[in-house]
C-alpha cells in the first residue's frame, strides 16, 4: 500500500466501530493508560471489577480502559474517572493465586462515555465511538508528522532507554494518529497530559499536543546530559584537588608549617585523657582514632565519621564532677516552696539526700516518683536538681522501642548517633546531672529490641559505672549520675528494672489541698500567662470548690489548671472587647464562661436500692469508685458480667458469688436464675481483686432484698472463706472517696499499718473501719440483719 493509500485509511472511520458494543463495562486504571494499537498485559486486583472481568469474558470480551483521575481516591467513584477512555478486548485470561487476574488485551479505538447506568456491583456504561478527523489541512498533517518523527529520532539518540524495538516500530508506523499515539505512550508524562492526547479526536490537534511534549521531553534529556557532565568535571576536578592538597601537606610536613587545626585538637584531646587518668583502653581506642583522622582523606566519607566520633569524645565530661555540698535546709525550703503538702515524700526525698550527703561516692538506688498524671512528679525532680545544684535534663522515654534510643547505634550504620544518655552528659556538660527519665512506664518492646532491658545497665549501680554506648563503645561511668523516673503505674514495669529503683507514690489530692495549691500557685501563674493582673480579681472560695468538684475533678492538678486557664481567656476576651464583667469570680460566672459542669450527678456514687454497692478502686490516673450493680435475669444459673473487667475482677466475681450462695443460706434464690453483675462506665478498663468485698456486699443485697447502709465505700479482696486481704493504693482510694463525699469506708485490717502513714489531713472528716472478715462487712452495711454463720 502506497502513501497515499495510509493517509486515506487514516482518515475514515474505521466501521469496526459497528461491531464495537454500545455498553462496556469499565476498568479503571491508575497510572498510564493504554493507547489503541497495542496488545499488552494488565493485572487486575481483588475486589470489585473481578466480576466484570469475567462477565466480559462470558460475552465479545470488549472492555473499557478509563483513567482515574485521583490514584488516593475510591476507585469505585463514576466521579473519579475521565470521559474518554480506550475500548479493549481480552485476548486471554489467566487466574492468579492471590485472586488477581492477569489479562492480555488487544486496544482497539477511542469511546465516550454518554452515561453510566450500573454502578454496582460494577461499573457499566452508555457509549459512542467519535471518529478520527483531520482538523487541518493534509499538508499541514504531513508537515507534522515529518516534524514528529525527526523529534524522536532526536530523542532516541539521547536517551539510552530506547530499545531496537521502539525505534523499529518508529519506522514502520507510517499513519499520523497511530504514529501520534505511539510517540505519546513512550513519553514520561502526567496523567493529566496522557488525558489530553486520549481525548484529541482531531489529528492535527493530537500531533500539536504530542510535539510539545516530546519537546519538553528532550529539552530535559538535553539538560540532564549537561548535570552529568558537570557532575565529571566536578569528580575529576576533586580528584586533582585532593592530589595537589596531598602534595601541599607533605611540603608543610617537610618544612613544619601549616599544622592542620582539628590535628592540634585531637592531639590535645589525647592529652586531655591521659592526664584525667581515664582507663587504658579509652586512651588507646580515642589514640587510634586520631592516627585514622589524619591519615584519612578529608573528602572522604570515612573521615566525617571518624570526625564525628572524635568530636562526641571531646564533648563529653570525662573529668571527675566538682563537689557539690547538699544543703537539706535548703533542699527542704525549695520543697516547701514548689509543692503544697506530700509531707510524706518530701521526707523521703530528704532522707535519701542526706544518704548521698554523708556517703557522695555511695552509689544509692534510683528514684522512681509513681503518681497519677498532674500530681508534680516532674516538678519535684527539677526541686531535687536545685536542691543539688546540679543541671537537670529531661527526655521521655514513653513510646520508645527501639533500645538505640537509650545506647546508641553502631558507627557502621549510615547516620549512627549515641543514645539519648550520652547525649544528655553531652548538652549538659557534666557528669553528675539529675537525668529525668519521664514515663518509664510506656516504654515498649518492638522489632529494633528492648529498650526496657538496655535501661538495665544504666539504671544498675552495679553496672553503670562501665557503661557502653553503642556509639562510642568505651566505657564511661555513669555511677555519678543521678536518675529520676517517673511513671503513673508500676505495673507494666519489668520487675527486674523496678528492683533497682527505689519507688516513691504520689497520691492524688483532696479538695482541700487543691484549694490551697489554686491560691498559692495557679492563680498568679494563670493571670500572668493570659496578660491579665491578678490582684484586680477575686474568685469566693465556695466558688473555688465548685471549680474543682464540677469541672476538673481528677486526681492531679493538670485539668483544674486547663479549665481555669479557659476561664481567664474569656475574660481576657471581654478585657480587650471593653465588655462589661465581674471582676469577682462568682459560681453562676463559672456557666456564663465554662458552660454546664461535666461532673454534677452523683447518681453513681450512691447505692439507693437492693443489689448496688460503691467500690474504692485505683487506676494509673488515681483513685476512683466503682457502683457494682447486680440483678437477676432468667437462666441457668452462673454469673454474667459487663463492664470491660480485667481477669483477675472476673475471678472476684466468681469468688464473691461461691461465697455469697453458701454464706446467705438462700441457695433457693439462685435457682433457674442468672445473676448480671455489672460495673458501670464500662469503656474504662478496670482488674485488681480488691472489689472482693464490694462485689459480696452487692450479691448479698440483692438476695436480701435490702438497700445498703447509706454512706459507705469499701475495698478489700476477699476469699471463699470470707477472709478479707490487704489491697493497694489505698490512700489514693480515700481521695477519691473523698472527692465524690463518702464518709464511711471499709478497708482490710491488714492495711492498718499502711493506713497509720497517711496523713491525718487525708483522713479527716471520714470514718473507717477496718475488717478482716466479710462477717464484719455485712454487720457494718446490713445492720439489722443478724450475724451469719458459714
Same mark, same amino acid.
Given at each position: 500500500?502506497?502513501?497515499?493509500?495510509?493517509?486515506?485509511?487514516?482518515?475514515?472511520?474505521?466501521?469496526?466501530?459497528?461491531?464495537?458494543?454500545?455498553? %462496556?463495562?469499565?476498568?479503571?486504571?491508575?497510572?498510564?493508560?493504554?493507547?489503541?494499537?497495542?496488545?499488552?498485559? *494488565?493485572?487486575?486486583?481483588?475486589?470489585?471489577?473481578?466480576?466484570?472481568?469475567?462477565?466480559?469474558?462470558?460475552?465479545?470480551?470488549?472492555?473499557?480502559?478509563?483513567?482515574l483521575k485521583k490514584d488516593e481516591s475510591d476507585e469505585d467513584s463514576e466521579n473519579n474517572i475521565y470521559q474518554v477512555g480506550i475500548v479493549a478486548r481480552i485476548l486471554k485470561k489467566?487466574?492468579?493465586?492471590?485472586?488477581?487476574?492477569?489479562?492480555?488485551?488487544?486496544?482497539?479505538?477511542?469511546?465516550?462515555? +454518554?452515561?453510566?447506568?450500573?454502578?454496582?456491583?460494577?461499573?457499566?456504561?452508555?457509549?459512542?465511538?467519535?471518529?478520527?478527523?483531520?482538523?487541518?489541512?493534509?499538508?499541514?498533517?504531513?508537515?507534522?508528522?515529518?516534524?514528529?518523527?525527526?523529534?524522536?529520532?532526536?530523542?532516541?539518540?539521547?536517551?539510552?532507554?530506547?530499545?531496537?524495538?521502539?525505534?523499529?516500530?518508529?519506522? $514502520?508506523?507510517?499513519?499520523?494518529?497511530?504514529?501520534?499515539?505511539?510517540?505519546?505512550?513512550?513519553?514520561?508524562?502526567?496523567?493529566?497530559?496522557? +488525558?489530553?492526547?486520549?481525548?484529541?479526536?482531531?489529528?492535527?490537534?493530537?500531533?500539536?499536543?504530542?510535539?510539545?511534549?516530546? #519537546?519538553?521531553?528532550?529539552?530535559?534529556?538535553?539538560?540532564?546530559?549537561?548535570?552529568?557532565?558537570?557532575?565529571?568535571?566536578?569528580?575529576?576536578?576533586?580528584?586533582? +584537588?585532593?592530589?595537589?592538597?596531598?602534595? &601541599?601537606?607533605?611540603?608543610?610536613?617537610?618544612?613544619?608549617?601549616?599544622?592542620?587545626?582539628?590535628?592540634?585538637?585531637?592531639? +590535645?584531646?589525647?592529652?586531655?585523657?591521659?592526664?584525667?587518668?581515664?582507663?587504658?583502653?579509652?586512651?588507646?581506642?580515642?589514640?587510634?582514632?586520631?592516627?585514622?583522622?589524619? $591519615?584519612?582523606?578529608?573528602?572522604?566519607?570515612?573521615?566525617?565519621?571518624?570526625?564525628?566520633?572524635?568530636?562526641?569524645?571531646?564533648?563529653?565530661?570525662?573529668?571527675?564532677?566538682?563537689?557539690?555540698?547538699?544543703?537539706?535546709?535548703?533542699?527542704?525550703?525549695?520543697?516547701?516552696?514548689?509543692?503544697?503538702?506530700?509531707?510524706?515524700?518530701?521526707?523521703?526525698? !530528704?532522707?535519701?539526700?542526706?544518704?548521698?550527703?554523708?556517703?557522695?561516692?555511695?552509689?544509692?538506688?534510683?528514684?522512681?516518683?509513681?503518681?497519677?498524671?498532674?500530681?508534680?512528679?516532674?516538678?519535684?525532680?527539677?526541686?531535687?536538681?536545685?536542691?543539688?545544684?546540679?543541671?537537670?535534663? =529531661?527526655?521521655?522515654?514513653?513510646?520508645?522501642?527501639?533500645?538505640?534510643?537509650?545506647?546508641?547505634?553502631?558507627?557502621?550504620? %549510615?547516620?549512627?548517633?549515641?543514645?539519648?544518655?550520652?547525649?544528655?552528659?553531652?548538652?549538659?556538660?557534666?557528669?553528675?546531672?539529675?537525668?529525668?527519665?519521664?514515663?518509664?512506664?510506656?516504654?515498649?518492646?518492638?522489632?529494633?529490641?528492648?529498650?526496657?532491658?538496655?535501661?538495665?545497665?544504666?539504671?544498675?549501680?552495679?553496672?553503670?559505672?562501665?557503661? =557502653?554506648?553503642?556509639?562510642?563503645?568505651?566505657?564511661?561511668?555513669?555511677?555519678?549520675?543521678?536518675?529520676?523516673?517517673?511513671?503513673?503505674?508500676?505495673?507494666?514495669?519489668?520487675?527486674? !528494672?523496678?528492683?533497682?529503683?527505689?519507688?516513691?507514690?504520689?497520691?492524688?489530692?483532696?479538695?482541700?489541698?487543691?484549694?490551697?495549691?489554686?491560691?498559692?500557685?495557679?492563680?498568679?501563674?494563670?493571670?500572668?500567662?493570659?496578660?491579665?493582673?491578678?490582684?484586680?480579681?477575686?474568685?469566693?472560695?465556695?466558688?473555688? %470548690?465548685?471549680?474543682? $468538684?464540677?469541672?476538673?475533678?481528677?486526681?492531679?492538678? =493538670?485539668?483544674?489548671?486547663?479549665?481555669?486557664?479557659?476561664?481567664?481567656?474569656?475574660?481576657? *476576651? #471581654?478585657?480587650?472587647?471593653?465588655?462589661?464583667?465581674?471582676?469577682?469570680?462568682?459560681? #453562676?460566672?463559672?456557666?456564663?464562661? !465554662?458552660?454546664?459542669?461535666?461532673?454534677?450527678?452523683?447518681?453513681?456514687?450512691?447505692?439507693?436500692?437492693?443489689?448496688?454497692? &460503691?467500690?474504692?478502686?485505683?487506676?494509673?490516673?488515681?483513685?476512683?469508685?466503682? *457502683?457494682?450493680?447486680?440483678?437477676?435475669?432468667?437462666?441457668?444459673?452462673?454469673? !454474667?458480667?459487663?463492664?470491660?473487667?480485667?481477669?483477675?475482677?472476673?475471678?472476684?466475681?466468681?469468688?464473691?458469688?461461691?461465697?455469697?450462695?453458701?454464706?446467705?443460706?438462700?441457695?433457693?434464690?439462685?435457682?433457674?436464675?442468672?445473676?448480671?453483675?455489672?460495673?458501670?462506665?464500662?469503656?474504662?478498663?478496670?482488674?485488681?481483686?480488691?472489689?472482693?468485698?464490694?462485689?459480696?456486699?452487692?450479691?448479698?443485697?440483692?438476695?436480701?432484698?435490702?438497700?445498703?447502709?447509706?454512706?459507705?465505700?469499701?475495698?478489700?479482696?476477699?476469699?471463699?472463706?470470707?477472709?478479707?486481704?490487704?489491697?493497694?493504693?489505698?490512700?489514693?482510694?480515700?481521695?477519691?472517696? #473523698?472527692?465524690?463525699?463518702?464518709?464511711?469506708?471499709?478497708?482490710?485490717?491488714?492495711?492498718?499499718?499502711?493506713?497509720?502513714?497517711?496523713?491525718?489531713?487525708?483522713?479527716?472528716?471520714?470514718?473507717?473501719?477496718?475488717?478482716?472478715?466479710?462477717?464484719?462487712?455485712?454487720?457494718?452495711?446490713?445492720?439489722? =440483719?443478724?450475724?451469719?454463720?458459714?
Amino acid at each position: 500500500m502506497d502513501q497515499n493509500d495510509s493517509w486515506e485509511s487514516a482518515t475514515k472511520l474505521v466501521r469496526i466501530e459497528d461491531a464495537l458494543p454500545k455498553q %462496556i463495562f469499565l476498568l479503571p486504571i491508575k497510572v498510564r493508560p493504554v493507547f489503541p494499537g497495542i496488545i499488552t498485559p *494488565l493485572i487486575v486486583p481483588p475486589g470489585r471489577f473481578i466480576p466484570s472481568i469475567e462477565e466480559t469474558t462470558k460475552s465479545a470480551g470488549f472492555i473499557g480502559l478509563i483513567l482515574l483521575k485521583k490514584d488516593e481516591s475510591d476507585e469505585d467513584s463514576e466521579n473519579n474517572i475521565y470521559q474518554v477512555g480506550i475500548v479493549a478486548r481480552i485476548l486471554k485470561k489467566i487466574n492468579l493465586p492471590d485472586g488477581s487476574i492477569n489479562i492480555l488485551v488487544n486496544t482497539i479505538q477511542r469511546f465516550q462515555i +454518554q452515561n453510566i447506568h450500573t454502578k454496582k456491583p460494577f461499573l457499566m456504561a452508555n457509549v459512542t465511538y467519535p471518529p478520527e478527523e483531520f482538523g487541518t489541512s493534509k499538508n499541514n498533517i504531513k508537515a507534522l508528522m515529518r516534524t514528529l518523527l525527526v523529534l524522536t529520532k532526536e530523542l532516541a539518540q539521547n536517551n539510552p532507554l530506547f530499545t531496537e524495538d521502539m525505534k523499529l516500530t518508529m519506522v $514502520n508506523v507510517n499513519e499520523p494518529g497511530k504514529m501520534s499515539d505511539f510517540v505519546c505512550s513512550i513519553l514520561n508524562l502526567e496523567k493529566e497530559e496522557y +488525558q489530553t492526547v486520549i481525548e484529541a479526536t482531531s489529528l492535527g490537534d493530537r500531533l500539536e499536543k504530542v510535539l510539545l511534549f516530546l #519537546k519538553k521531553e528532550i529539552e530535559l534529556v538535553i539538560l540532564q546530559r549537561k548535570i552529568q557532565d558537570q557532575i565529571n568535571d566536578k569528580i575529576d576536578s576533586q580528584q586533582r +584537588q585532593f592530589f595537589l592538597r596531598e602534595q &601541599l601537606k607533605a611540603i608543610q610536613q617537610e618544612l613544619g608549617i601549616g599544622e592542620d587545626k582539628s590535628d592540634i585538637k585531637y592531639d +590535645q584531646l589525647v592529652e586531655r585523657l591521659k592526664a584525667i587518668p581515664v582507663s587504658e583502653e579509652v586512651i588507646r581506642e580515642v589514640g587510634r582514632e586520631v592516627e585514622k583522622a589524619k $591519615n584519612t582523606d578529608p573528602i572522604g566519607s570515612d573521615y566525617n565519621v571518624v570526625r564525628n566520633y572524635l568530636d562526641l569524645v571531646e564533648a563529653l565530661p570525662w573529668e571527675d564532677p566538682k563537689p557539690k555540698e547538699v544543703n537539706l535546709i535548703n533542699a527542704r525550703k525549695i520543697l516547701n516552696r514548689d509543692h503544697h503538702k506530700l509531707e510524706d515524700v518530701k521526707e523521703r526525698i !530528704l532522707e535519701f539526700l542526706a544518704v548521698r550527703k554523708l556517703n557522695p561516692k555511695g552509689r544509692g538506688t534510683i528514684l522512681c516518683l509513681v503518681g497519677p498524671p498532674g500530681v508534680g512528679k516532674t516538678s519535684i525532680a527539677k526541686s531535687i536538681a536545685e536542691a543539688l545544684g546540679r543541671k537537670f535534663y =529531661r527526655f521521655s522515654v514513653g513510646g520508645v522501642r527501639d533500645e538505640a534510643e537509650i545506647k546508641g547505634h553502631r558507627r557502621t550504620y %549510615i547516620g549512627a548517633m549515641p543514645g539519648k544518655i550520652l547525649t544528655a552528659l553531652k548538652i549538659t556538660g557534666e557528669r553528675d546531672p539529675v537525668i529525668l527519665l519521664d514515663e518509664i512506664d510506656k516504654m515498649s518492646q518492638g522489632f529494633q529490641g528492648d529498650p526496657q532491658a538496655s535501661l538495665l545497665e544504666v539504671l544498675d549501680p552495679e553496672q553503670n559505672a562501665t557503661f =557502653r554506648d553503642h556509639y562510642l563503645d568505651l566505657p564511661f561511668d555513669l555511677s555519678q549520675v543521678f536518675f529520676i523516673a517517673t511513671a503513673n503505674t508500676f505495673e507494666p514495669i519489668p520487675r527486674v !528494672l523496678l528492683d533497682r529503683m527505689e519507688v516513691i507514690q504520689l497520691s492524688g489530692y483532696i479538695t482541700e489541698e487543691k484549694v490551697q495549691i489554686f491560691q498559692k500557685y495557679l492563680w498568679n501563674k494563670i493571670f500572668t500567662k493570659n496578660g491579665l493582673l491578678a490582684k484586680n480579681f477575686s474568685i469566693q472560695k465556695n466558688t473555688l %470548690i465548685t471549680l474543682i $468538684n464540677s469541672y476538673s475533678r481528677e486526681s492531679g492538678l =493538670r485539668g483544674l489548671e486547663k479549665t481555669f486557664d479557659k476561664l481567664v481567656r474569656k475574660l481576657a *476576651l #471581654k478585657h480587650v472587647l471593653k465588655e462589661k464583667y465581674s471582676k469577682e469570680i462568682r459560681e #453562676k460566672d463559672l456557666i456564663a464562661l !465554662l458552660g454546664a459542669p461535666p461532673f454534677v450527678d452523683d447518681r453513681m456514687t450512691k447505692p439507693k436500692q437492693p443489689g448496688t454497692a &460503691l467500690g474504692l478502686a485505683w487506676t494509673s490516673a488515681g483513685g476512683s469508685t466503682l *457502683l457494682i450493680e447486680a440483678v437477676f435475669v432468667p437462666g441457668k444459673g452462673g454469673i !454474667l458480667l459487663t463492664g470491660q473487667m480485667g481477669k483477675m475482677m472476673e475471678e472476684s466475681a466468681n469468688i464473691a458469688l461461691s461465697f455469697i450462695k453458701n454464706y446467705s443460706g438462700l441457695e433457693s434464690k439462685f435457682e433457674n436464675k442468672t445473676i448480671h453483675l455489672h460495673v458501670p462506665d464500662g469503656a474504662t478498663p478496670k482488674d485488681g481483686p480488691s472489689a472482693g468485698i464490694t462485689m459480696a456486699s452487692a450479691l448479698y443485697s440483692l438476695v436480701l432484698g435490702q438497700t445498703i447502709a447509706s454512706g459507705f465505700g469499701m475495698t478489700g479482696e476477699l476469699t471463699l472463706t470470707g477472709e478479707v486481704l490487704a489491697i493497694g493504693g489505698l490512700r489514693e482510694k480515700i481521695v477519691a472517696a #473523698k472527692r465524690v463525699g463518702v464518709k464511711k469506708i471499709i478497708f482490710p485490717k491488714d492495711n492498718e499499718s499502711a493506713f497509720k502513714e497517711i496523713p491525718d489531713y487525708v483522713k479527716k472528716g471520714v470514718q473507717f473501719f477496718p475488717v478482716s472478715h466479710f462477717d464484719e462487712v455485712s454487720s457494718l452495711v446490713f445492720p439489722k =440483719r443478724k450475724k451469719q454463720v458459714v
